[in-house]
């Protein structure tokens, strides 16, 4: 029988979360950086995620080497390797592929057996085959939900209700992927979808609620709590000038090209240096499992695809993938 490690995962996928910034793209009229985790961490504007930063191993500037788009962002979230066989596909036979594939949480699930409580909260397509798919473990809500409610209605009753001994949990909240094509920063609003800047503050918010959960229930102690992001977006870039935006102040989504420039809206120019924003994406490994030698760590930079092989290496699981533990990394 394969002994199941005493400890507790909650992977927390957040849509298009850029984790870092190129920092010489500006906002005009603003103290503020482009919405980011590490500049607003380093400015001190979310406490929460500062807190697991500050308690946890942070990858400081975090890459998707492959494609920037949801459906390969997720897909290299779910397997850790940059695999296009299979990915989602609104106008090809992505399932004839994906039906021959097991992804790492189907993988637990049949590795561990019954032995093993997973809980995955989603929507369509991310809990289909090769993605975050799990026999008897998935919980979805159409496109369009609000992260507070996948959160308070779905999986907070589930972890604390129905199966308090639960070992890992995926929850994706695609919030921050819907506030787009708007500004980075547009002043003080009690509306946390106005702005790129309201809702990073909101999902600060979000954050705490998660963590103070699992400290009210008994789960922190236990629990690896990992956050992670798909693509970032582009903002006072090459992209965002073709598209007809004069400010470097504007959200343009994560359209390709990804690789792009960044661009001097006042002298209406190329300035050579490389953006690329929907490839920055976000890794945090904390929570109170997380052994006291790693916390407080850095690692300056590693890839998407090492997240799965990082959630395998806590729940000791043979999967083989592109990707390396973040435990192997260098760290300071």
């Known amino acids: ?151 308070k209605e779905l999986a907070f009753p589930w972890m604390e209700d129905r199966v308090p001994e639960w070992n890992l949990v995926h929850i994706y909240l695609p919030g921050m992927d819907s506030i787009s094509n708007c500004p980075s920063y547009r002043g003080e609003c009690s509306d946390p979808r106005s702005s790129k800047h309201s809702y990073m503050l909101f999902l600060d918010c979000l954050v705490g609620e998660i963590a103070k959960f699992l400290k009210d229930k008994g789960f922190w102690e236990e629990t690896y709590f990992i956050i992670a992001s798909d693509h970032g977006y582009h903002l006072g870039c090459s992209v965002a000038r073709k598209r007809g935006v004069k400010t470097n102040n504007w959200c343009c989504d994560h359209p390709p090209p990804w690789d792009c420039e960044v661009w001097d809206f006042e002298e209406d120019r190329p300035t050579g240096i490389y953006s690329g924003g929907p490839r920055r994406t976000t890794i945090i490994v904390s929570g109170g499992a997380l052994e006291e030698k790693y916390r407080g760590k850095v690692i300056e930079e590693a890839e998407i695809i090492n997240v799965i092989p990082t959630i395998a290496d806590i729940l000791k699981v043979p999967y083989k993938c592109q990707g390396r533990s973040l435990f192997e990394y260098k760290m300071h």
């Open 1 to 151: 029988m394969v002994k199941i490690p005493r400890v507790r995962v909650l992977y927390l996928v957040i849509d298009q979360l850029a984790g870092h910034w190129e920092e010489h793209v500006k906002l005009e009229g603003s103290d503020f950086p482009p919405v980011n985790v590490k500049s607003y961490h380093e400015k001190g504007l979310i406490p929460n995620f500062s807190y697991l930063i500050e308690n946890g191993l942070w990858v400081k500037r975090p890459w998707n080497r492959g494609f920037c788009d949801t459906p390969h962002g997720m897909k290299y979230l779910a397997t850790g390797s940059y695999r296009e066989k299979g990915c989602y596909t609104s106008n090809k036979p992505w399932f004839l592929e994906a039906e021959k594939e097991t992804a790492f949480f189907e993988f637990v699930k049949k590795y561990y057996r019954e032995k093993i409580n997973i809980g995955v909260f989603s929507c369509s397509p991310w809990l289909i085959k090769g993605y975050f798919y799990t026999p008897d473990s998935i919980h979805g809500l159409i496109s369009g939900y609000s992260d507070e409610i996948m959160l």
